[in-house]
């Protein structure tokens, strides 16, 4: 008892210290950080802003998961697995395996929600009354650019899973009644957020600038308007999605690349592939129909500069250092492993004539020895030959599009390039899918044969437009950029092209694809935490 009395007294003592203490010495005020509760200044919505750009590498890069980017192109009718697949692809085209425990479907949920809330945070603290260091068009803009990612975590889950539960302000602790919205509700308010980013977010000319000049790599209005194209076409409204096509088109701000520029002019190339080599792929670096890069930066040279190791190379490149007499090199893409092989119907129906984009240097198809080891010098300079399985993984033909070299990681472990993730040629391509869902198929060829002048291929007629053959054109001109099975998950034909196209691959074949596959598993454990309200399972699950 006395032990009490003592301890009761000293703090006491204490307390009553501390409250003769000054006011102003013991009271701090942070006036900037990243909690909800000091969001209340620019450094603190700046910083805040920044953090959703990084949050979105991490949605393209899953280093313990390395076949995550095969994930979205293996069983579409664009690629198939090799026998050097990771695991988490597996499901994607042995698709009897796709279950409500899939790991993929959990991270593209668990991924967009962090964003939806992070972007939250920021919209609620920026419409918060307390908020007043602010000017209304500065709260617009840091508003705006918080909406439209925002819109783009919930258009990725409208697109994959369907109706999802619609979360509109910051979740401030534990929730466990969560129901799934409509998917009208979930589309009229990605339409509403990009709207008004659209409309407040700033010219690609006018984002904010630093050191080393203007921002290419932040929001900007137009990012807002092609992400509201496709939106527009994923719900049937193509009239609505043609006008933002072409807004995009007629600004003056862009242009398709049609001459050689940049690090790599003095050496082999085209035009076409100039704007995939590392150094060349942003705006300010020359890229003039970039819309959208998500600027990475080689983190030997910047900490941080890359998130979560990103694997594209490795999972898109031919493994050719396998073959006795081929070393790692720069004109080869650097190391990759062979994690997926573009599908027969891309490599052998898809392109026709001279198509720039099915040249030696954005398809590669042929291998030469490349070892100057004497033990090899019978072989140096010669064509490697196919044969067996080596076709399959080793020397098959691969894009060249992630291909990089770093002098400072020969073994390949990290992808540093940057993520395009619009440009103007995929304006054209949303532009006439927009015109060949209203009927308009001469326009629709007219905006085509934009893109296969610049590609120096054969000019199509309005005869010839029909969904299928924009689909066919998208793989022509984005293949290993687009998310594949995005596309035709919001086109409702990943079932039909991929059986048609792609059914009969030799090594790893598409098996029990359903109409059921056109939405993901909702993800199982969502289901079981959400005790006290039922979140319903996609159909077939």
């Known amino acids: 008892m006395k032990k009490n009395i003592i301890i009761l007294t000293s703090l006491s003592i204490l307390f009553f210290a ?58 579409t009718d664009v690629a198939n697995a090799t026998n050097n697949q990771q695991g988490v692809e597996i499901p994607y085209y042995n698709y009897e395996t796709l279950t409500p425990t899939d790991n993929g479907a959990a991270r593209t949920w668990n991924r967009n929600y962090i964003m939806v809330n992070l972007t939250n945070i920021i919209v609620d603290g920026i419409e918060n009354p307390a908020t007043t260091t602010i000017s209304a068009k500065g709260k617009n803009q840091i508003s705006a650019e918080a909406k439209f990612f925002r819109a783009y975590a919930y258009n990725n889950l409208a697109t994959l899973f369907g109706g999802v539960p619609l979360i509109t302000h910051a979740l401030s602790g534990p929730k466990i009644d969560f129901v799934r919205a409509p998917i009208a509700d979930v589309n009229n308010f990605i339409v509403a957020d990009l709207v008004f980013a659209a409309a407040n977010l700033p010219d690609i000319e006018s984002v904010k600038t630093n050191t080393k000049g203007k921002m290419y790599g932040r929001a ?230 934009v893109l296969r002048t610049r590609a120096n291929a054969a000019q199509v007629t309005a005869a010839e437009m029909t969904k299928d053959f924009i689909l066919d054109e998208r793989a022509r001109e984005l293949i290993g950029e687009e998310n594949r099975r995005m596309t035709l998950m919001r086109t409702g034909t990943l079932v039909e092209r991929a059986l048609r196209l792609n059914s009969n691959d030799a090594s790893k074949p598409i098996t029990g694809l359903t109409t059921k596959a056109l939405l993901l598993p909702i993800p199982l454990n969502e289901i079981q935490l959400n005790k006290d309200a039922v979140l319903t399972q996609n159909p077939g699950y």
């Open 220 to 449: 900007n209005k137009f990012m807002a308007m092609q992400l509201l194209a496709e939106v527009y076409l994923r719900i049937g409204k193509p009239d609505l999605a043609e006008q933002q096509a072409q807004a995009i088109i007629n600004s003056g701000r862009f242009s398709l690349i049609k001459n050689r520029y940049g690090v790599k002019t003095s050496q082999p190339g085209d035009y076409y592939s100039d704007m995939f080599q590392y150094g060349n792929e942003r705006r300010s670096q020359g890229n003039t129909e970039a819309i959208w890069v998500l600027e990475q930066e080689n983190p030997n040279t910047v900490v941080g500069g890359i998130t979560d190791s990103p694997q594209q190379r490795r999972v898109w490149g031919a493994a050719y250092y396998n073959i006795a007499g081929m070393t790692v090199a720069d004109s080869l893409g650097g190391r990759s492993i062979g994690r997926l092989r573009l599908s027969n119907w891309v490599l052998y129906r898809l392109y026709k004539g001279n198509d720039i984009r099915n040249s030696q240097y954005n398809i590669r198809r042929k291998y030469y020895y490349n070892d100057p080891n004497p033990i090899y010098a019978s072989r140096y300079g010669k064509q490697v030959p196919f044969s067996g399985p080596d076709t399959l993984i080793n020397i098959c033909p691969s894009t060249t599009k992630w291909g990089a070299f770093d002098p400072n990681d020969t073994f390949g472990y990290a992808m540093v390039k940057d993520f395009i993730l619009m440009r103007l040629g995929e304006t054209y391509l949303l532009l006439a899918e927009a015109q060949v869902a209203q009927g308009k198929t001469a326009e629709a060829a007219t905006s085509i044969n």
């Open 18 to 75: 501390f409250s003769s203490c000054k006011k102003a010495f013991l009271d701090e005020k942070p006036f900037s950080a990243y909690t909800p509760l000091t969001l209340t200044d620019s450094l603190g919505f700046e910083a805040s802003l920044i953090g959703l750009y990084n949050h979105t590498s991490t949605i393209f890069s899953w280093s313990d998961q390395q076949g995550w980017p095969s994930v979205w192109q293996v069983g």
